[in-house]
């Protein structure tokens, strides 16, 4: 599989050159691009499956699940440039204390409050529930920031 810079660059960020990398990948594709893209409950689904098959392995695996794509932001139109702040803030605090109540959100929401790039925070939604269930909090969080 042919991977963008949705996995490129955060995993060079973290482990430099991708031909160093000191890790096995899996790269998980989730279609953001084209309608119908999954529904909340859906990605909510993948994520507990995901972490449902980690926890099946007979051996002791350090497992890192990453959910990449951006918070608020949109590329162009009459609202390229766009950062809603409260949105990021208040998605991010959902994410970790009430991942359930991000599966209703619609995805015309995502697009109306927080451009139409955003729509990439479900893999955030998959990440999340594959680490933990609800009510226990992600062990590590690490946002990354573009200058």
């Known amino acids: 599989m042919e991977v963008d810079h949705g996995l490129s660059v955060p995993l060079s960020v973290m482990f430099g050159d991708v031909e160093k990398w000191p ?4 790269p998980l594709h989730v279609n953001v691009v084209q309608y119908p893209v999954p529904s909340g409950q859906r990605c909510y689904d993948l994520g507990r499956a995901i972490r449902k098959a980690v926890e099946s392995m007979d051996e002791d695996l350090n497992v890192h699940i990453w959910g990449t794509g951006g918070i608020s932001h949109q590329l162009q139109g009459s609202r390229a440039g766009l950062i809603n702040k409260e949105w990021d803030n208040q998605f991010l ?6 991942p359930k109540k991000l599966v209703k959100k619609p995805h015309v929401e995502y697009v109306r409050e927080a451009g139409s790039e955003d729509i990439e925070l479900v893999m955030w939604l998959i990440a999340r529930t594959a680490m933990c269930e609800e009510g226990e909090e992600p062990i590590v969080k690490h946002p990354l920031a573009t200058p």
Do not use: C, F, M, Q
Request: proline residues 0%.
């Open 23 to 26: 890790v096995k990948v899996i």
């Open 93 to 98: 605090n959902d994410l970790i204390a009430n």
